[in-house]
């Protein structure tokens, strides 16, 4: 893990930087948000950035989200400054660290951001020769398709393979097709120089770049765009890349993984995605049974989601009762692993003090009877006919303020059931408050 950090962290840099190393952390350290981010733009593969209070955190996480750069961001101050720590929160950071720094403290962050939920779990033998062929190719540098429905868990797939390689002490750079403009996916792959575009206000390092002598998973793949194909088809052919205004090619030495939810086959016969590359890319392809393909793993994983979030919330781990299983088991999880997580997260915050009951699963995001209409929660019983009529932000509204409620007000632990960013949840909720409708109080976290 490389950890940058960013500013004097009151005099206790040294401190902070001893016990990163002692954790097996490589620590770079600029002295200011400008060096910072010109750091980050260099592309050096920077797992964690630990940001001095006392700077403009707000202005650096707003250059970072302008330029694309997910690096996650830890704000680091004296503990009496409480203040300071609440702005730095707003502002985007993914944690407080009081100073002076505590050993115990940044060793469950470092762990936290090096897990970053990508365990490999599974008991079902459906997965068992998936598995077994992830783990006999990783040690090659041929490329590999991840095929599977959307949320069987193919980035994890993508890490396995990566920490399974010879590139493991490598960086691995995830870089999702589908969410990124498509006027922007040039430069965030390949990198451009000061000047190629408007807003292009330095040299930027682009992800294959950034992922030299390691591996790059292009998520989604069967979303770009076919002139980007061929660009990619070349660099695979020839592993250089051109930076976007730059002059000469840039030598890469990166294994790529992509991953799509599509029928590739069906796309290379509709001629939206070009069979040249579709056969440079699957020269293995790994193809993720869905969850209820795999049913043996759905306790399994429901008490792995379980015992994460309620460590996350400073909940107590409480079992599940007989008819919360049966009810897990009995559904289909059309939404595989992504949903079962975002479910039993909700449990865990809605849950009883003892156990969690059925009626703390809430099967596809719905609350229990009684949701607050004025809030705008009312979801409805479940029968299709009580959609009808209602537009679809209609019903991400009441989804959004149905969830915010039972997590009692909390913006952070409602953004992570829904999946969405907390700063989507913000926009959104604001937007709400301006049309009129009841938005719960904040409560813990705003």
């Known amino acids: 893990m490389k950890i940058l950090i960013v500013g004097t962290l009151n005099g206790q840099v040294g401190a ?68 300071a720590a609440v702005r730095a929160i707003r502002a985007g950071a993914q944690e407080y660290l009081p100073l002076p720094p505590d050993a115990e403290l940044i060793g469950a962050v470092l762990s936290a951001v090096a897990e970053e939920s990508h365990a490999m779990i599974y008991h079902d033998p459906a997965m068992d020769d998936v598995v077994r062929l992830g783990k006999q190719i990783a040690p090659s540098d041929a490329s590999v398709l991840i095929t599977g429905q959307s949320g069987t868990g193919k980035e994890i797939m993508a890490r396995f393979i990566h920490r399974n390689s010879k590139r493991k002490d490598g960086p691995f750079i995830a870089v999702n097709c589908a969410a990124i403009p498509e006027n922007l996916l040039e430069s965030e792959l390949f990198g451009h120089e000061k000047g190629a575009f408007t807003g292009a206000v330095a040299r930027r390092i682009g992800k294959f770049e950034e992922a030299n002598n390691g591996t790059i998973l292009l998520d989604e793949i069967s979303e770009m765009d076919p002139r980007l194909q061929a660009k990619l088809l070349r660099i695979l052919q020839e592993r250089e890349i051109d930076r976007v205004g730059g002059k000469k090619p840039v030598p ?29 890319l699957n020269v293995v392809n790994l193809q993720l049974p869905s969850l209820k393909e795999r049913p043996k ?19 107590p781990v409480r079992p599940l009762t007989d008819p919360a299983k049966r009810k897990i088991l009995q559904h289909s999880w059309p939404g595989n692993v992504r949903e079962l997580e975002n479910t039993m997260h909700r449990a865990v915050l809605v849950a009883g003090p003892t156990e969690i009951d059925d009626e703390a699963i809430m099967i596809n995001g719905q609350p229990q009877a009684g949701a607050s209409a004025q809030s705008g929660g009312q979801m409805g019983t479940g029968n299709p006919g009580d959609f009808v009529g209602q537009t679809v932000a209609d019903m991400e509204r009441k989804l959004i303020i149905a969830t915010l409620d039972h997590c009692l007000g909390n913006r952070t632990h409602a953004a992570n059931v829904l999946g969405i960013s907390i700063r989507t949840l913000r926009n959104k909720l604001k937007l709400y408050g301006e049309e009129g409708f009841n938005v719960p109080a904040a409560g813990g976290n705003p």
């Open 252 to 280: 890469v030495n990166v294994r790529v993984l992509a991953t799509s939810n599509r029928n590739m086959e069906q796309s290379v016969a509709k001629g939206e995605f070009r069979e040249d590359l579709y056969f440079r």
């Open 297 to 315: 793993d759905i306790a399994v994983l429901a008490e792995h989601f379980i015992k994460k979030y309620a460590a996350a919330n400073d909940l």
């Open 16 to 83: 902070a930087s001893q016990i990163a190393v002692k954790r097996g952390a490589k620590v770079i350290h600029t002295d200011d948000i400008r060096e910072g981010l010109d750091t980050l733009r260099q592309g050096k593969g920077v797992d964690l950035v630990l940001v001095d209070i006392q700077l403009d955190i707000e202005t650096f996480i707003s250059n970072l989200n302008a330029e694309r750069i997910n690096t996650p961001v830890v704000a680091c101050g004296v503990a009496t400054d409480a203040k």
